[in-house]
Structures are given as structure tokens and as C-alpha cells.
Nanobody, 114 residues
């Protein structure tokens, strides 16, 4: 059974930085796609960034501020978040895909104070 665990969230002042980590365990396969999503209070969950085969993509609102990276071909992914703003406050979730199967972590809270 694949387990996905996020970590690294916390409280930070506007303009600060955080680095989130996502570790997927329980599979000997290399995940096809690993992505980060977030859900702010009262809003729908939205995609933030993903990495696949070395290629990355980001939602426009985080381009230039967030960087997603993968630990070689391991199922470990990081999200470096710089210049954080209050609107980045949300629970951040990691999504890991193996073919047509996908797995979610429980999320990590990021709170940006103004």
C-alpha cells in the first residue's frame, strides 16, 4: 500500500520561505507524476505544480516564487516556496501517480502572516 506523507509546513511572515517535502513509500516503482496541490479555507483544491520526467510546470500565481524538485528518480519531491504571501495560506497536499492510480497525503498547513 502506497503511503504519501507531506512535511515542512508552518507559520511564516509575508516574504518568507518554506520548503515542503513529500515522501511516497510502499512501492518499488518510480512514480510517473508527483504534484503539489493546495486548498485554502472556503476554496476548492487547486493544482500548484508538478514534476514529470524532469519537466516541471506551475500555476501562474507561483511562477518565479516556487520551485518543485525531485530527488533523482526517487519518490521524494520538494517544494521550495519563496516570497510567500498571505494568499498562499492553505493546506498543501502531495499527489503521487503510478499509471492510472493516484495517492494523496493528508496535507501540511502553510500559514503566511501579513
Amino acid at each position: 500500500q502506497v503511503q504519501v506523507v507531506e512535511s515542512g509546513g508552518g507559520l511564516v511572515q509575508a516574504g518568507g520561505s518554506l520548503r515542503l517535502s513529500c515522501v511516497a513509500s510502499g512501492s518499488t516503482r518510480t512514480a510517473d507524476i508527483i504534484g503539489w496541490y493546495r486548498q485554502a479555507p472556503g476554496k476548492q483544491r487547486e493544482w500548484v505544480a508538478w514534476v514529470v520526467s524532469g519537466f516541471t510546470n506551475y500555476i501562474d500565481s507561483v511562477k518565479g516564487r516556487f520551485t518543485i524538485s525531485r530527488d533523482n528518480d526517487k519518490n521524494t519531491v520538494y517544494l521550495q516556496m519563496n516570497s510567500l504571501q498571505p494568499e498562499d495560506t492553505a493546506v498543501y497536499y502531495c499527489n503521487v501517480r503510478f499509471g492510472s492510480s493516484e495517492y494523496w497525503g493528508r496535507g501540511t498547513q502553510v500559514t503566511v502572516a501579513s
